[in-house]
C-alpha cells in the first residue's frame, strides 16, 4: 500500500488514490477544527465566525485584542493562576505515589496482582460524572468540598493511573539483573532504585507525569463539582464562557493551549525515542 | 533429625533448608512490592474508591423520614395499611409532636421534598402543614386538625408512602432510575409522560453505539494508511492524531460550537458557495447531530491509537502470500488482512464506548435536550433538583455498565496491555 | 535533591494559597452584565475603603441551592453572601441554609429616617431575604427579520406563532413563567392562572401549548445565554431577564427590541448563608449594610435597567453611567413598559415547585 506497483491496474489506481484522498479528507476532519480557531482568535469583531476584512485579508481585520483580554481580565488571570497552582501539585503526588506504586508492581511475585491492578487504574476507567458525584458526596461530608486540598487530591487520584500505566511499560523492557548486578556489588535497594533503575525509567516517569498534569490541567468536571469559586481552572472558566458569554477571548485562550499540547507532543515524542533507542527496541 | 534425609536436602550456607530459605525471600520480595504498592493503594482507596462506595450507600439510604418523624413512624407500625381506613388519633397525636419539632428546626420541607420523589404533591402538603402547626390547638384531637389544615391527610395514599418509606433503606430511589415506583398495589411502571430514565438510557447507549461506528468507520482507514506507510512518514501523519489527542476537550468542544452554529463557520461556507440558502441553514447544533459529530471528532484517537498498535504487528508477507496465491485486492484483505486486526477493533470499539457512555461536558454544550445522555440527568440532579439518591441510584447504574464492558475490554487487551501515545 | 526543591516550592505555592484566603470574601452571583452592575455599584466602592479585603467572585448563584445544602452538610460554608431570586431565598430560609436578619439592625435606614423595613416594605418576602432589585423575565426579540414582513411581536402570545413569527425561540429550562404564559395564550384569564395550573387538566394544558413551539424552542439554564443567541441570530425572540436586554440593545447596539407585553415581576436579593464563623459573619454583615443602602442601590441603577429594591432609591435613580441616557424608560416599572404584567405568585410555585419541575422536566427529554 505504500507505493504503487508500476504494474498496478487502473482500477487499483483509482482505489488507491480514492484511498488518499479519503485518508486526507479524515485527516482535514481532525485536525481542522483546531486549526480553524487559531485565525479567529485574532478576529477584530467580537463574533465567532469569519467576517470579510478576514477573509479579504486586511490587516484591519485582525487584532490582538481578545489575547489582550485574557492577559488583562482578572477573571482569566485568576482562572490561570489557580490552574497553575493545582496541576503541578496535583501532578507531584500522582507521579511520586505512581512511580512507586509502578515499581512494586513490576516485581515478578505480587500477591492479588489482578485486584490490586483493577482498583489503581479505576480513575480512569470509572465515568467522570460517576467519580465527580461521588466525591461531590464524600468530600462534603469531610469537609474537603470547596477546598484547595479537596481538588488537588481528587486530580491526584485521577492522574495516577497514567502514571502506572506508563512507568510500567518502561519496566517491562527493563533488565532485572541489573538490579541483581547492583546487589552483588553491595548497594542496598534504596541505592539501586536512585541509581540503576530510576535513570532508565525516567522517560517514563516523565511522560506519565505529563499525562497526569494534563488530566489535571484539563479537567473541568470534578473541578466544577469540587471546587468553589477559588479553585475556578482555566477549563472551568472556558466551561461557564461557552455556556454563558460566548466572547472570542476563550478562542484566544483555546488558541494558546493548543500551544500547550504541541509543547507536550513535542516533548513525550522525544522522550518516547529516546526511551526506545536507550532500550534497543526501535532504529529511532 | 533422621540421618535418612538430613544428606538430602539442600541447605543454603547458613544451615538452612533451601526450600525455607526460598519460601522465606519469595515473601520478602512480596513484602516489599506491597511496600511500593501500599502507599498508592492506600491514597486511591481513601480519595476515590471511598467516595464511589459512599455514593454506592446514598442510592439506598433513606434515614430522613426517621429521623424527622421518629414518633410517627414507631407510631405507624401498629398501623393496619390493608384495613382501608387512615390511621387513628394516636398517629396523628405523634405526628403532631414531631412536626412541631421540625418545623422548629427546618427540616419538615426538606422530608416534603424527598417524599415527593415517591408521589407528587407531599412537598407542598408539608410546606402547607408547616405553616398552620404553630396555630393548631395543643390539646388536640389532632386528625380533625390536620385534616382541616390539608385534605390530604386523610387521604390513604399519604399515609401509605409514610409507610412505605419509613425503613432506613429504600429501593425507591432505583425503582425510580428504572421508571417504576411502587404503589400500594406493589411496584409499577410509571405513567408515559413521566417515564424518562429508560429513554435517556436507550438514548445514551443508542448515541454511543453511533459515535463508535463512526470512530471506527473514520479511524480503520487511517489506522490502516499509518500501519502501511514507512515510519518517517507515518510518524509525522501520527502528529495529526495525537495534536487532537492532546488538545483540551474544551478546546475541541469550543471549536465544534464555532463550526456548528446556524452563523457558523459551516454554514456561511455553505451559504458562500451557494448549496444552502441563507434562509435555510442547517441546524446541526444543540440537537443529536452536534452531539455525534463533536464526539466522533474527540473520541477518534481513541479508536485510531489501538488498530494502529495492533496492524502494526500484521506481517504483510501473508497479504503478499495470499495474492500470490490468487486472491485479488479484496479477498487478500477481507479474507487474511482484516481477521487480523479485529483485535484491534474490539480493543477501540470497546474504549471509545466505555468513554463516550460517561460523557458530560460535550453533550452538555452541543446536545440541547435531544442529544444529552444519562451523565447529563445525574449532574441536573446533584445540582438542581437536589435529589441526591436518584443521582446516585442512576450513577451506580451507569457505573455498573462501565464495570461490565470494562470486564470485556480486560478480556480482549487485558489491563496490563493499556499504552498511551 | 531536584525532588526537594520542587517540592520545597510546591509547599511554598500551596501556602501561599492557604494565606490568601484568610481576607477573602466569597461574593456568589450570577455573573455578566448584572455581576459587573453589583461590582461598580458595591463592591468595589466597599473595597477602596477596606483594602484588606479581596472579594472573590463566584458565578454560582444558579446552582445555590444544591452548593449550600452540600456545604451545610459538611458544616463547611464557603461563601460569604449569595445573590438568589426571592424564591430560591424562601426555600433556603425554609431549610434552615439562610440567616434570618433583622431589618432594624442589620439593614441601613433611609436618608430621610424611614426604617429599613419600611423602605423594602413587603418586598421583604423572607425573613432571610435582603432585596437588592425588582427585575423581570420578559422577551427580546429581533427587528431585523426578513420572514416576518414587516411585522413585530407586540403580543406575548406571537411568541406562541410560528406562521406570522417564524424562526427559533429561547425559553428557559424550567416550568417558572413558560407554564404561564403557556396558559395566557391558551385563553386562561390572568387571575386564574395559578388555580387552572394547579389541576392536571391545567398542566396538561400547559404542556399541549408549548409543545406547539418545542421544536422550535433553545433551551436556556444561564441569563446571558438569550442575548447571545439573539445578538448571533441563533434565535429571533427569546426570554430573559430585562437587564440583560437592555445591556445587549443599548450598550451593544444590536437590532434588538424589547417585547414587555406580559413581563414577569421577580425580586432578587442577597442572602447569608447560615453556619458562618463569627469573624466572617461581622464583616459580611458591615458589607451587606453598606451594600444594600439607599445610595448604594440607586447606584446599581446606572448600571443595569433593574429597580431598586428601596423607596428610597427610586428618586436618585438618573443617567447611565456610560452612555449618557435616562434609565428611567428602561426600568420594568416604567408606566409605559409595565401596560401588562403578571405578577408571579412566589407561595404558589414554592409548594408546587418539586411537582411540576419533574414533570417539567420528563416532558422535555420526550
Known sequence: MSALPPYASPVQRIWFYSFRVICGLIFFFLIFPILV???????????????????????????????????????????????????????????????LAAVGLSQSHVPYKPAIMAVLISPMIVPLIISAAGMYFFYSRIGLQGTYWGVVLAHAALGTPFVIITVTATLVGFDRSLVRASASLGANPVTTFFKVQMPLIVPGVVSGALFAFITSFDEVVVVLFL???????????????????????????????VAISIVLLTVLEMLRRRSERLRGLSPG | MSDTTAGEVLTTKDGQPLKVALAKALRREKLRSLALIAPLLIFVLLTFVAPIVDMLFRSVENSIVEETLPRTVVALREWDADSGQVPDEAVYAALYADLAVAVEEKTHTRLGSRLNYEEGGMSSLFRKTGRRIKRMDEAGPFKEQFLEADRKWGELATWNVLRQFSPRFTDGYFLSA???????????????????????????????????????????????????????????????????????????????????????VINDFLVWIGLISDANRLVMINNQTGTIIAMTHILLPFMILPLYSVMKTISPTYVRAAKSLGANDWTAFWRVYFPQSVPGIGAGAVLVFILSIGYYITPELVGGTSGIFISNRIAYHISSSLNWGLAAALGTLLLVAVMVLFTVYDKIVGIDNVKLG | MKLKTVILAGTALAYAGGAAVAEDMTLVSWGGAYQASQKAAYADPYVADHPDINVIWDESSNEAVAKLRAMNEAGNVTWDLVDVVASDAIRLCDEGLALEIDPATDLADAPDGTSAADDFGDLLVSECFIPQIV????????????????????????????????????????????MEWALLCDGVPKDEVYSVLETDEGL???????????????????????????????VVIGSTYNGRLFSLIEEQKQPVKMLWDAQVFDLDGWIIPAGLPEDRLARVKDFVKFATDTQRLADQAKYISYGPARKSSAPLVGKHADLGIDMAPHMPTDPENAKNTFLYNYEWWADYRDDIDAKFQAWLSQ
Not at chain 1, 481580565?73 to 496535583?90: E, G, H, K, Y
Not at chain 1, 477559588?230 to 466572547?247: A, C, D, V
Not at chain 2, 479511524?219 to 487532537?244: D, E
Not at chain 3, 407586540?154 to 427559533?168: A, H, M, Q, S
Open chain 1, 37 to 99: 480557531i487559531l485565525p479567529l482568535s485574532f478576529n477584530a469583531q467580537d463574533f465567532f465566525t469569519f467576517t470579510k476584512e478576514m477573509l479579504a485579508l486586511d490587516p484591519a481585520g485582525y487584532s490582538f485584542k481578545h489575547y489582550h483580554d485574557f492577559f488583562t481580565n482578572p477573571d482569566w488571570q485568576q482562572a490561570l493562576t489557580n490552574s497553575v497552582m493545582i496541576a503541578p501539585i496535583a501532578t507531584l503526588l500522582a507521579t511520586s505515589f505512581g512511580t
Open chain 1, 227 to 257: 471546587g468553589s469559586a477559588g479553585q475556578k481552572t482555566l477549563p472551568w472558566q472556558m466551561f461557564t464562557g461557552l455556556r454563558e458569554q460566548i466572547s472570542p477571548t476563550i478562542l484566544a485562550v483555546a488558541s494558546l493551549m
Open chain 2, 178 to 264: 428504572f421508571d417504576a415506583q411502587r404503589t400500594a398495589d406493589g411496584i409499577e411502571m410509571k405513567p408515559d409522560n413521566e417515564r424518562i430514565y429508560m429513554l435517556l438510557f436507550g438514548r445514551t447507549l443508542f448515541l454511543s453505539i453511533v459515535i463508535t461506528v463512526s470512530c471506527l468507520v473514520l479511524g480503520y482507514p487511517i489506522a490502516f494508511l499509518l500501519a502501511s506507510l514507512p515510519l518517517r512518514s507515518s510518524n509525522l501523519l501520527m502528529i495529526l492524531v495525537l495534536l487532537p489527542f492532546w488538545t483540551s476537550l474544551l478546546v475541541r468542544t469550543s471549536a465544534w460550537k464555532v463550526l456548528l452554529q446556524q452563523q457558523g
Open chain 3, 135 to 178: 427585575y423581570s423575565t420578559t422577551f427580546g426579540y429581533r427587528s431585523d427579520i426578513d420572514d416576518w414582513g414587516g411585522k413585530e411581536p407586540d403580543d406575548i402570545c406571537d411568541v406562541f406563532d410560528l406562521e406570522t413569527f417564524p424562526g427559533k425561540r429561547s425559553l428557559e429550562k424550567r416550568p417558572i413563567n413558560n
Open chain 3, 204 to 234: 396538561e394544558r400547559a404542556f399541549k401549548k408549548l409543545d406547539t413551539i418545542k421544536d422550535n424552542v433553545v433551551w436556556w439554564s444561564a441569563g446571558a445565554e438569550t442575548p447571545q443567541l439573539l445578538a448571533d441570530k441563533e
